[in-house]
């Protein structure tokens, strides 16, 4: 049992994860100053570094680096609430926030609208979302033997509990399907991401898109442990348990994001995780006297990866992200199942009837920004 809170120890500072200097069999609180505020304050990033007593490999997770996605927060606390490190192989780090001045003022970016998911790996002599970036990657990230970057939706949309990976790597495919998200969308990571930043390193690593923003999702929140806790069996960190397979992922080679052509008042049908055929009726936009205004439409068949909740959109807002379902017969997908059915699983393709989703947490008339949905 966790001893009360006043019997814990405070966390101690450091500019740097340095683990050789944290002794094994303990878990440690770290707050690792990155840089310092406009009043010479501290940035301090809280991080949770569990060293297992017997060696093996350093898994990081990170949370927030978008300010407002909170969903991983309660993840890594929840994760390390349950680990032993006596019995822990490796050492897992959680950072459980990394934009620490943007989860302060509940907004996405960094500071000065900089997103520093777009400013991997940064610069050391550069402004102050690049440094920021370097030092993250230079200070805490490259100890990592693997990566797991916890993200939600974005402001005014819904998502699955989706994974962006590149599948055609390995190790980092092998994550992707133990975490057994609704969806896997293959992506190659090349637009200047963590994740990126970390595979260019040689650090596999998977992008998880946990529910939305600004709030604790507990359901996706769960499923998403689950997951984490299954890589960190497969890796032989912890006791391989019997695996209690989810419903199955879809798995989808590319992704497009539907934008409409005016703007108006839109409301979009589908749910997330939906299967659309190609010409489904997707949203209605509304003048402001009522009068639909545009249709929208699916332009191929395809699965709802996420989609807008906000109602009020310029002329090129955001409509619908539709996954494409890699098709059974395609090369990428052979390997892929390959790779499934060692881990005892296997994946739906677009041929076949997705199963049930075992999260329904869409709802098409929710405000992103109000209470979550009743479990
Ligand atoms: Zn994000």
């Keep these: 049992m966790n001893p009360p809170a006043s019997d814990r120890p405070d966390p101690r500072t450091a500019d740097s994860l340095e683990l050789q200097n944290l002794p094994r069999g303990q878990i440690h609180r770290l707050h690792i100053e990155l840089m310092q505020d406009g009043l010479g304050a501290p940035v301090h990033l809280p991080v949770l570094v569990a060293r297992g007593r017997k060696p093996g490999p350093v898994?990081?997770?990170?949370?927030?680096?978008?300010?407002?996605?909170?969903?991983?927060?309660?993840?890594?606390?929840?994760?390390?609430?349950?680990?032993?490190?006596?019995?822990?192989?490796?050492?897992?780090?959680?950072?459980?926030?990394?934009?620490v001045p943007g989860l302060r003022e509940r907004r996405r970016h960094l500071v000065e609208g900089r997103d520093l998911n777009h400013l991997m790996p940064g610069r050391a002599d550069g402004n102050v979302g690049q440094v920021f970036a370097h030092r993250l990657i230079d200070r805490i990230i490259n100890r990592f033997n693997f990566l797991i970057d916890l993200h939600t939706a974005s402001f005014g949309r819904v998502n699955s509990l989706y994974i962006r990976a590149n599948m055609d790597e390995e190790a980092t495919a092998r994550i992707a399907v133990l975490m057994r998200p609704q969806i896997i969308l293959h992506n190659p990571a090349s637009d200047r991401t963590l994740r990126g930043a970390a595979m260019d390193l040689g650090i596999p690593s998977i992008t998880v898109e946990i529910g939305n923003p600004q709030r604790f999702h507990s359901d996706y929140i769960k499923k998403a442990l689950t997951g984490v806790r299954a890589v960190m069996a497969n890796v032989g960190?912890?006791?391989?348990?019997?695996?209690?397979?989810?419903?199955?992922?879809?798995?989808?080679?590319?992704?497009?994001?539907?934008?409409?052509?005016?703007?108006?008042?839109?409301?979009?049908?589908?749910?997330?995780?939906?299967?659309?055929?190609?010409?489904?009726?997707?949203?209605?936009?509304?003048?402001?006297?009522?009068?639909?205004?545009?249709?929208?439409?699916?332009?191929?068949?395809?699965?709802?990866?996420?989609?807008?909740?906000n109602p009020v959109g310029y002329t090129g807002a955001r409509i619908l992200h539709l996954g494409i379902p890699s098709p059974v017969e395609n090369a990428f997908t052979q390997k892929l199942t390959t790779q499934r059915l060692l881990l005892g699983d296997a994946l739906v393709h677009s041929s076949q009837r997705l199963p049930r989703r075992d999260l329904e947490p869409d709802n098409r008339n929710a405000d992103a920004s109000g209470p979550p949905p009743s479990a």
């Design 237 to 309: 960190m912890v006791a391989k348990r019997k695996l209690v397979l989810g419903a199955q992922p879809v798995l989808c080679q590319s992704s497009d994001w539907l934008y409409t052509d005016r703007g108006g008042l839109l409301e979009v049908f589908p749910k997330v995780t939906d299967q659309l055929e190609k010409g489904a009726l997707i949203a209605q936009l509304r003048n402001a006297f009522g009068d639909v205004i545009r249709e929208y439409h699916a332009p191929e068949t395809g699965v709802v990866i996420g989609k807008s909740v």
């Design 59 to 99: 898994f990081g997770l990170t949370a927030a680096v978008h300010g407002n996605e909170l969903n991983g927060i309660p993840l890594i606390q929840r994760l390390f609430g349950k680990l032993d490190v006596e019995k822990l192989k490796g050492t897992v780090v959680g950072v459980l926030a990394v934009n």
